[in-house]
């Protein structure tokens, strides 16, 4: 990879070899090569060598990558683990200023979740980045040059501005380059131009000024491949110059916006840090107000911050971003189990809120692939559907396609230009094998693009047979006689008139349409196309993939827009986008030229109404995201193609193909599809609504916990305590972080992986600005939170009140309030696997992992308090009887009746009020 500073340095120099000059597309062949210093004997080693040095090896500016160093600490860029830090920090202080210093194992536990959250998320984004470089081709295609006037093979990146590339069918264009040969050259550019039927190109010089890429037929583009013929050119830019160098240029100014779940993970981190602080002024005002008056002023103001400081920590969910953290992990992992590569984690949840998907025509909603899709013979006089098995009579339509054809077959892949292909393709589906020693080619007149015409000579038994194919309007003309099925005849005005007819049909529905004819008589190459016999015509394109109509429709169910937009033609992209149910009645569909004949406002007014842009630059591309981002909407771009990198890059989620797809595409990329799948989008949204769905649920079931554990400490630790008058706690540190780390964040983490509802993807997506605690959810965390602060009160007030024998029954209350709390949160799991509906509605036990959570979290709770040194040294609890486990316990299980009533009365109302449904 080239230095940045060389890339802009090489850059500017090339640019300065036109300046002021016309452009290459539009400068005579020897006046470039005067511009290039070149000669059409190619460059000299020597002369080589300086240009390079000069100019730079032919390589794209891969952008420097971060250290592992940076990319640990960019783990740790996030609002909650800052808060989580800053409550390390305070909390490691008031230990060492207290002279408690078995209290920094607070600060460390907390120090250790946020170094295993940053790890756990450093690991899961090196996985995918392996996983991408292993589908990039690392084997760069060496180039065909003339130096020192000999052919020779060399690395593309040694190629140098001046040197003259031979191309040859199957070779990868290595640089831009100026044709100064063509022999019916076409060369495949849809990875750039997004046209999925090869470019014919020529020498000539171009009189239109600034021309399309597509439309620059004397160039040749970086990454094109070669489908047909041969040619030279003399390259005129490389590297970060090439048109494939200025879109990869194009994606270091895109923007990196945050994803709405790190926006609102965000927002949650400041209501949280707003919330503690409060809490702990408050907490610190009341200590103060009714303190022990015979006590020093400075020994109250320490002790009431102290308390403050625990009660805040308390309100912290430490377990929090290592719990969003792992939901997220556990959807990437299922997500590449059905072919989907995530390199930023929060994007996966992106999906969930996704309101229009941007996709790119071809090689992404089509096959890349032409195919054979209708066929007209004379015999029936109609136009048949190439599902319907040729008849006997149609063997001259099938011999021609085949014969009359340059297909190469290796190891069974047919291998040439993609339209020759198609029809060889579609005669060996249906049996018809052109082997090429039963009708062995002893002459032939290549397509020529003046002539749009291609003839062959065949032997057949023991006769030469003429066979011909090439653009309907030509052909037709230069036919006498017309094959009927079952005689050669005179061709009529009918005839013609019908064959017109049925081209027309084809040609309506976007499809390449080719006509063929035999000659038996008068097979000099000079006559060969004259008085042909017509034998029928074939109409292809480049097909939908067969997934795609039905994710489409499932798209629109679940309340989200499919947008296409191509580089091809306008009439091939209305086609296709009214197959498969993007361009619906009423919807429009415009050319990247009318969108840039708009103005911004124009364009926003009309874009809930535009369905397909065709034609498009990526500089279109990118401002259609951007338009639909002005109007808050969350896009996702799929494409394969170097063309849709910048708008991938630009859009909230960007989804590249693992197979189809380039390198500069992929790398552009939040997501690959490893099997170039249409349809694995929709299975992203569902997890990505699925995931949405569950961090809710483990937020829920956090907070409210954190709400419990904040209430509790405050009435025994301000209110008990005032009225006591003695410091009575109901939880110490090392419990709090007990129940926030493990028998909290156990159920939570098990919460991740629900299953989705069964009409997840029947209501439109979720606004991106709507909070984690929308609807029902802040609701349901405040009433969940108090019932199980009553719960744990009680077992508490048991504990000290009832069931305590002599100095003893803190210690008992103490150990009976931290068995409710940690059980409560097991059970209360059960509660959140739906937020409306009955527990008992479904299996309740049908997650396993819920289930293991619970037997893990009871064990890693009740063992460790029935082994009383154990007890003692940990958690500085005592040991319990038999009616006080039961107790305890019993009231934790009590938070399910409760949380179902709730559901109960909450469903009555919505019944009532009509909101049942929303």
């Known amino acids: 990879m080239a230095p940045k500073k060389q890339i802009e340095e090489t850059k500017d120099l090339q640019t300065e070899i036109w300046a002021g000059e016309k452009p290459v597309y539009n400068s005579k062949i020897e006046d470039v090569f005067q511009k290039l210093e070149s000669r059409e004997l190619g460059l000299t080693s020597q002369e080589a060598r300086a240009k390079l040095q000069k100019y730079g090896k032919n390589a794209l500016d891969e952008g420097k990558k971060m250290t592992l160093i940076q990319r640990f600490f960019e783990q740790l860029k996030d609002m909650m683990i800052i808060v989580l830090l800053v409550a390390a920090l305070v909390s490691g202080i008031m230990a060492v200023i207290n002279g408690h210093y078995a209290d920094l194992i607070d600060s460390g536990l907390i120090l250790l979740i946020v170094i295993m959250n940053a790890v756990i998320g450093l690991v899961q984004e090196s996985n995918a980045e392996k996983a991408l470089d292993a589908l990039k081709n690392m084997n760069k295609p060496d180039a065909k040059v003339i130096r020192d006037g000999i052919q020779m093979s060399i690395k593309s990146e040694e190629i140098a501005i001046g040197d003259v590339v031979v191309l040859e069918a199957g070779d990868i264009v290595p640089a831009d380059i100026r044709l100064i040969e063509s022999v019916s050259l076409k060369i495949e550019e849809a990875a750039l131009t997004g046209e999925s039927v090869p470019s014919e190109k020529h020498v000539g010089v171009l009189e239109n000024e600034n021309p399309p890429l597509g439309d620059r037929t004397n160039l040749c583009y970086s990454s094109g491949i070669v489908s047909y013929g041969r040619g030279k050119g003399v390259v005129f830019a490389t590297g970060m110059s090439t048109e494939v160098g200025k879109i990869a240029k194009m994606l270091s100014s895109g923007g990196d916006d945050k994803t709405p779940l790190q926006q609102q993970l965000a927002k949650t981190a400041k209501i949280l840090s707003f919330g503690v602080i409060a809490i702990a002024v408050v907490i610190f005002i009341f200590n103060l107000l009714f303190r022990d008056k015979s006590a020093p002023i400075v020994d109250s103001i320490i002790g009431s911050f102290m308390i403050a400081v625990a009660i805040a920590v308390a309100a912290i969910p430490e377990g929090l971003p290592a719990v969003v953290t792992i939901v997220l992990s556990i959807g990437v992992k299922r997500m590449s189990a059905r072919k989907a590569i995530v390199s930023n984690l929060p994007s996966v949840e992106t999906l969930g809120c996704c309101e229009i998907i941007c996709s790119d025509k071809t090689g992404t909603l089509t096959l890349n692939q032409m195919t054979v899709k209708e066929l007209y013979t004379p015999e029936n006089g109609n136009y048949t559907s190439a599902e319907v098995m040729m008849t006997e009579g149609s063997d001259l339509l099938l011999r021609g396609m085949v014969l009359c054809n340059d297909t190469k077959e290796s190891e069974g892949v047919l291998i040439g230009d993609p339209t020759e292909t198609a029809l060889v393709a579609y005669a060996k589906e249906v049996g018809f094998e052109g082997n090429s020693e039963k009708y062995k080619r002893v002459d032939e007149k290549p397509f020529d693009s003046t002539r749009k015409l291609m003839s062959t000579v065949n032997m057949v038994g023991d006769k030469k047979v003429a066979h011909i194919k090439g653009a309907p309007d030509i052909l037709i003309k230069k036919c006498s006689k017309i094959y009927d099925g079952s005689n050669v005849r005179s061709i009529t005005s009918s005839d013609i008139e019908k064959i017109l007819s049925a081209n027309s049909q084809m040609a309506s529905k976007a499809l390449r349409v080719l006509a063929v004819a035999v000659k038996y008589e008068d097979l000099e190459l000079e006559v060969i196309e004259e008085d042909m016999i017509f034998v029928g015509l074939v109409g292809m394109i480049d097909p939908p993939r067969p997934e795609v109509k039905d994710a489409v429709a499932v798209c629109k169910r679940a309340g989200m827009t499919a947008i296409m937009i191509t580089g091809d033609h306008m009439d091939t992209a209305k086609a296709i986008a009214a197959e498969i149910g993007i361009l619906e009645e009423g919807k429009k569909a415009i050319t990247g030229a009318d969108l840039d004949n708009m103005s911004d406002e124009e364009f926003i007014q009309e874009i809930d109404n535009i369905r397909v842009y065709a034609r498009v630059s990526p500089e279109n591309k990118v401002r259609i995201v951007k338009g639909f981002k002005s109007i808050n909407k969350v896009v996702a771009m799929t494409g394969d193609g170097v063309n849709d990198a910048p708008s991938i890059h630009e859009a909230d989620i960007g989804i590249g193909m693992g197979i189809t797809g380039t390198d500069v595409s992929k790398g552009a990329s939040d997501m690959v599809l490893a099997d170039d799948n249409f349809a694995t989008i929709v299975a992203a949204v569902e997890e990505g609504r699925k995931i949405y769905s569950n961090i809710k649920k483990a937020v829920q079931s956090l907070m409210s916990a954190n709400i419990a554990e904040v209430v509790c400490l405050f009435i025994t630790t301000v209110i008990l305590s005032a009225i006591a008058g003695r410091n009575i706690t109901i939880l110490t540190p090392v419990m709090i972080l007990w129940i926030n ?132 040294a940990i958690f500085d609890a005592v040991p319990l009887n038999g009616t006080q486990w039961g107790v305890a316990l019993g009231l934790s299980a009590l938070i399910i009746p409760f949380v179902e009533l709730q559901k109960l009365v909450e469903e009555i109302i919505e019944r009532k009020t009509g909101k049942a449904d929303n």
């Open 741 to 872: 780390l493990v028998t909290d964040s156990l159920p939570a983490l098990a919460l991740g992986t629900e299953s989705a509802e069964s009409d997840v993807m029947l209501y439109p997506p979720r606004k991106p600005g709507s909070s984690l605690f929308a609807g029902k959810t802040g609701l349901d965390i405040l009433i969940q939170g108090v019932m199980q602060s009553v719960l744990v009160m009680a077992s508490f007030v048991f504990g000290e009140y009832v069931a305590g024998v002599g100095n003893g029954n803190h210690g008992v209350a103490m150990t009976m309030a931290f068995i409710t709390l940690c059980m409560i949160q097991l059970f209360h799991a059960y509660n959140l696997r739906s937020q409306n509906h009955s527990l008992f509605a479904r299996n309740p036990f049908k997650n396993r992992f819920l289930n293991l959570a619970f037997i893990v979290g009871a064990i890693l709770t009740i063992v460790p308090l029935v082994i009383p040194t154990v007890a003692k």
